[in-house]
């Protein structure tokens, strides 16, 4: 497996959908990809317990197992959340929260691993730029390599106004463009890993 999109959104709506068309995409262009989305799944927040420091494991016996097995294999992890409140879905958080019981059983566990981001917020200025700089951040403490899709379009990564349907999102023509800009460029960063 190649490559591992994980969708923080609890619906099957805008999120899904574009992320969806951005793993097609890829499998288009040759790579292997596997779908993980929050959405029906058992995902508990980060108790800050402090298990993972003494036993290289999570206390949280949850799915995120499934993406404590995922994450690893994966060349490429491309990452999509609805926008909430100006910010990244708590969903999405809790993933990134959890990641930390990675962290602790190999501190080099995502490093050299490459990061792209997908936001789909309900405005148009709704806060996807923070959101994508969320996951960045996430990308970045984790030694991972963040991709933008570059100026003209897509500068942090793709952004997408949904309008709050899917239909919206359908027809967002720009979102769209930033996404391809920013698979492309993912795509360059995977061939040089
Ligand atoms: C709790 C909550 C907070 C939201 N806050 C924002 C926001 O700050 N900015 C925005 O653009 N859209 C916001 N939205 C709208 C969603 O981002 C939008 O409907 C998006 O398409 C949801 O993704 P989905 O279609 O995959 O469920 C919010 C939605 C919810 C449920």
């Known amino acids: 497996m190649d490559i591992i999109g994980i969708c923080g959104s609890p619906r099957k709506q805008a999120t899904e959908y574009v992320l969806k068309k951005a793993l097609n995409t890829l499998e288009d262009e040759g790579y292997e990809t596997e779908f993980f989305t929050v959405r029906g799944k058992d995902l508990n927040p980060c ?28 060349k490429g992890i491309l990452m999509a959340t609805p926008v909430y409140n100006g910010g990244l879905s708590a ?39 923070l959101a994508i700089q969320q996951i960045h951040t996430f990308y970045i403490a984790n030694g991972v390599i963040p991709v933008s899709g570059g100026s003209f379009g897509a500068n ?29 460029m993912f795509m360059r960063f995977l061939e040089k890993g």
């Open 156 to 184: 942090l990564g793709a952004c997408f106004w949904s309008k709050d349907t899917l239909e919206g999102v359908k027809k967002d023509k720009e979102g769209f463009r930033s996404l391809h800009k920013t698979l492309k």
């Open 47 to 74: 108790k800050h317990c402090d298990y993972c420091l003494k036993k290289k494991e999570c206390i949280n016996k949850d799915d995120m197992y499934t993406l404590y097995d995922l994450l690893p294999r994966a």
């Open 91 to 129: 969903q999405t958080k809790i993933i990134i929260d959890r990641c930390r019981a990675l962290n602790m059983k190999d501190y080099d566990i995502l490093r050299g691993k490459i990061g792209m981001a997908i936001a789909v917020g309900g405005d148009r200025s709704g806060g996807q730029e």
